[in-house]
């Protein structure tokens, strides 16, 4: 098993900044791809940016340029980068890690942090 915990999420201003993190702890061995997941109201929820253990990532095209996911592995946390926030980036914030133990693949997810843009 792995947990996440998440933190730093709240409300800021449109064009403000915020910084997520996430940590892993568990069986953290054999994670593979760790990222940021979102969901609003009344949405379905959605990939933000996911990093691999290489350092390789990949963004939603709705955030590219403005967010930064980074991972450090000696603290087995991953970070979220967030500036020049707009109000549709309102959203619930969840943390993923995909753990790879063959043939099997396993996700976990951390339990969300509330992020709030007002305009």
């Known amino acids: 098993q792995v947990q996440l915990v998440e933190s730093g999420g709240g409300l800021v201003q449109a064009g403000g900044s915020l910084r997520l993190s996430c940590a892993a702890s568990?069986?953290?061995?054999?994670?593979?791809?760790m990222g940021w997941y979102r969901q609003a109201p009344g949405k379905q929820r959605e990939l933000v940016a996911v990093?691999?253990?290489?350092?390789?990532?990949n963004y939603a095209d709705s955030v590219k340029g403005r967010f930064t996911i980074s991972r450090d592995n000696t603290k087995n946390t991953v970070y979220l980068q967030m500036n020049n926030l707009k109000s549709e980036d309102t959203a619930v914030y969840y943390c993923?890690?995909?753990?790879?133990?063959?043939?099997?693949?396993?996700?976990?997810w951390g339990q969300g942090t509330q992020v709030t843009v007002s305009s």
């Open positions: 990093i691999t253990s290489a350092g390789s990532t």
């Open positions: 568990g069986s953290i061995f054999s994670i593979s791809v």
């Open positions: 993923n890690a995909e753990r790879t133990v063959l043939p099997t693949r396993f996700n976990y």
